[in-house]
T-cell receptor, first 113, second 115 residues
Framework: GESVGLHLPTLSVQEGDNSIINCAYSNSASDYFIWYKQESGKGPQFIIDIRSNMDKRQGQRVTVLLNKTVKHLSLQIAATQPGDSAVYFCAENSGGSNYKLTFGKGTLLTVNP | NAGVTQTPKFQVLKTGQSMTLQCAQDMNHNSMYWYRQDPGMGLRLIYYSASEGTTDKGEVPNGYNVSRLNKREFSLRLESAAPSQTSVYFC??????????????FGEGSRLTVL
């Protein structure tokens, strides 16, 4: 999985499988986390967010899990589709400013038909 | 509904030239941002404007200036372009600060090459 500071990892899955994209963060003061999806040639698009008072949040086909003990965040995509192929970024806000997000370097997800 | 519109989409500059990237949003958002994205790296915040009339530095402001022209428009200026500023630039907007919504709405990016 990715970490704020590593090279871009890749994940390749078969269509219909579940995907899990991981993200580690280092700032223990971070209390708000967001996942973005970026398709080739486009700007990032918001997927889901989670606050530090939660450990799980579900959206449509996506689930975000937060483990504050080990500073780890994951994005689970159910029944992955070719349209899910993209780079996925986690981002964190440490609360020092409402306006400053720290983005990870992203994970490239490739869905094979 | 266009969302966030950036111009130009592509630009090639010579070292030392100046240029302005334009950004406009039609969602009546209060906050606007400029990020740069380099290969293998996440997005890094250059400048942001929490509300009309205010601008603040982000993580990598050196070599850039910004203007929040009105609520809709937020421009990024390179006064003397350097090869290190070769990047893809994204403008974004949000209704509130990240802690409340987290949902940034991004433009499609402006690819800048400095020779």
């Amino acid at each position: 999985g990715e970490s704020v500071g590593l090279h871009l990892p890749t994940l390749s899955v078969q269509e219909g499988d579940n995907s899990i994209i991981n993200c580690a963060y280092s700032n223990s003061a971070s209390d708000y986390f967001i996942w973005y999806k970026q398709e080739s040639g486009k700007g990032p698009q918001f997927i889901i967010d989670i606050r530090s008072n939660m450990d799980k949040r579900q959206g449509q086909r996506v689930t975000v899990l937060l483990n504050k003990t080990v500073k780890h965040l994951s994005l689970q995509i159910a029944a992955t589709q070719p349209g899910d192929s993209a780079v996925y970024f986690c981002a964190e806000n440490s609360g020092g400013s409402n306006y400053k997000l720290t983005f990870g370097k992203g994970t490239l997800l490739t869905v094979n038909p | 509904n266009a969302g966030v519109t950036q111009t130009p989409k592509f630009q090639v500059l010579k070292t030392g030239q100046s240029m302005t990237l334009q950004c406009a949003q039609d969602m009546n958002h209060n906050s606007m941002y400029w990020y740069r994205q380099d290969p293998g790296m996440g997005l890094r915040l250059i400048y942001y404007s929490a509300s009309e009339g205010t601008t603040d530095k982000g993580e990598v402001p050196n070599g850039y200036n910004v203007s929040r022209l009105n609520k809709r428009e937020f421009s990024l200026r390179l006064e003397s372009a350097a090869p290190s500023q070769t990047s893809v630039y994204f403008c974004a907007s949000s209704d509130k600060g990240h802690r409340r919504t987290g949902e940034l709405f991004f433009g499609e990016g402006s690819r800048l090459t400095v020779l």
